[in-house]
């Protein structure tokens, strides 16, 4: 009977170190960071098969679509620095060769200057750091030039839409995401022509906006760029605020500059006393009233996932691995993330996917921070929902919705840049890019301070 006892005991102890993960089969990390490089060039085989010259790639159709009259080549440029980095020589250098040919901005074309900064420029900088061609960054120069004039208003806060040829304006409601998400690539333009005008455009427009925080720390969703007034008072971590705050933590670190670290711990003081919330258990960051900072929804989503990895690059990692456990329940929820998801009720609030970055940016941050082979698995998991419910024969497509599977006809540039991107550096060998020597845009494009 002693004897039953003590098997039983051991088989419990047995079941328990298993659970825990210490028994689990090793992951091949190798083998995964393969695995990535043949989605990518799944992806990018169709697109140059049904979209070449194009913007981007309608994956289900297989046909082309542009964001503008004519085409600014938005998928060659988003996709060309995760081209370099995952070792596909030729087809960077025939990519890179097809942008410096084809690739100009004396068009009379409104662009979104939001949009326009984070792909573009950004994806120019970064390939000029990793190949030396001036010719890219001539291309930053003449563009970040052309992008100026969105900055004249009369608050220094950037217009919506800028003309890339006559420099005219229009679009005056913006948001502090789409106002404050533009020091990395100004500023890295400014170190590299040694040119101050872009970094100190950009960051009058950052202070701007975080001078008219309300008296509790915290901004809203809706921003009149001519007057200063806030339009929207509603006040989280989600679209239009998102990457104000990401850019705060990284030019910090990119530039070292002391105002940027004064806004962000001014901040998240505010984010974490009024945005944070447990009902429902575990832990999220919610909606509430910037001037009240009463609740007004329970709501956390795909894009709010980003912000694990900006606490774990502002040093609280305690907090970031808590959030990331509330990101893998809304993922696990329907095997794939939402657009919006209510804490409170664990239940779908927009059931939108749009081949989201932000929870495999996390994932990343917080495995090479831990070196945790927890959050390896988790990528493996992930990347194996995003096969099984968004490949299809053109590439990779978004739903519609998550409870359903239903598929959507889009494949964005930033799938390139960063969904594959970051996938591919939680598995690859850190010899493939050192954790910690770059800093990533909220594109993933990677910039080297190298001033």
Same mark, same amino acid.
């Given at each position: ?212 925080? +309300?008296?509790? /720390? ?5 921003? #009149?760029?001519? $007057? =200063?007034?806030? &339009?929207? *008072? ?44 447990? +009902?429902?258990? /575990? ?5 509430? #009233?910037?001037? $009240? =900072?009463?609740? &007004?929804? *329970? ?63 996390? *994932? ?88």
């Amino acid at each position: 009977m002693k004897t039953l006892v003590t098997i039983v005991l051991l088989l419990l102890l047995e079941m328990n170190t298993y659970a825990q993960g210490n028994l689990l089969p090793e992951i091949n990390s190798d083998s995964l960071a393969n695995e990535v490089k043949k989605e990518f060039l799944h992806s990018w085989n169709a697109y140059k098969k049904y979209a070449w010259g194009h913007d981007g790639l309608r994956p289900l159709s297989k046909t082309p679509y542009d964001w503008y009259s004519s085409p600014l080549y938005f998928t060659p440029l988003d996709a060309l620095d995760t081209m370099i980095l995952m070792g596909f020589a030729v087809e960077a250098d025939s990519t890179r060769e097809f942008l410096e040919k084809n690739l100009r901005f004396d068009k009379d074309i409104y662009v979104k200057n939001f949009e326009i900064t984070i792909r573009m420029l950004g994806g120019l900088l970064s390939a000029y750091q990793l190949t030396e061609d001036r010719r890219l960054l001539d291309l930053a120069e003449d563009l970040g030039n052309r992008l100026l004039p969105a900055f004249k208003s009369p608050t220094g806060m950037p217009y919506v839409d800028v003309n890339l040829k006559t420099g005219a304006t229009r679009g005056t409601v913006s948001n502090p995401g789409e106002i404050g998400t533009l020091l990395v690539e100004f500023g890295t333009l400014s170190k590299l022509t040694h040119n101050p005008k872009y970094y100190n455009t950009a960051k009058k427009a950052l202070l701007q906006v975080f001078e008219r925080r +309300s008296k509790l /720390g915290l901004v809203g969703e809706g921003l #009149d760029v001519v $007057t =200063g007034r806030w &339009t929207k *008072t509603d006040s989280h971590l989600s679209a239009c605020i998102d990457s104000y705050y990401e850019y705060m933590v990284k030019c910090w670190a990119l530039f070292s500059d002391p105002e940027c670290k004064i806004m962000w711990d001014s901040s998240v003081v505010a984010i974490n006393t009024y945005l944070a919330d447990s +009902s429902g258990g /575990g832990f999220w960051y919610g909606h509430a #009233d910037m001037n $009240t =900072g009463k609740r &007004t929804s *329970t709501w956390f989503g795909a894009l709010d996932a980003y912000f694990p990895a900006v606490l774990v690059l502002a040093g609280d990692i305690d907090r970031a691995a808590k959030l990331q456990e509330s990101c893998l329940k809304m993922w696990n929820a329907h095997g794939i993330e939402p657009e919006q998801f209510d804490y409170r009720t664990m239940k779908v609030a927009s059931p939108r996917f749009f081949l989201n970055p932000e929870i495999f940016e996390s *994932t990343y941050y917080l495995y090479h921070t831990t070196r945790d082979p927890y959050y390896l698995r988790m990528g493996q998991g992930m990347f194996d929902s995003l096969k099984a419910y968004c490949r299809v024969p053109g590439g990779y497509s978004e739903l519609k919705n998550v409870i359903t599977k239903e598929k959507s006809d889009r494949m964005e540039s930033y799938f390139f840049a960063e969904t594959l991107k970051y996938l591919y550096l939680l598995f690859a060998p850190p010899k493939v890019l050192p954790f910690g020597t770059v800093v990533f845009n909220t594109e993933a494009h990677p910039i080297r301070r190298i001033w």
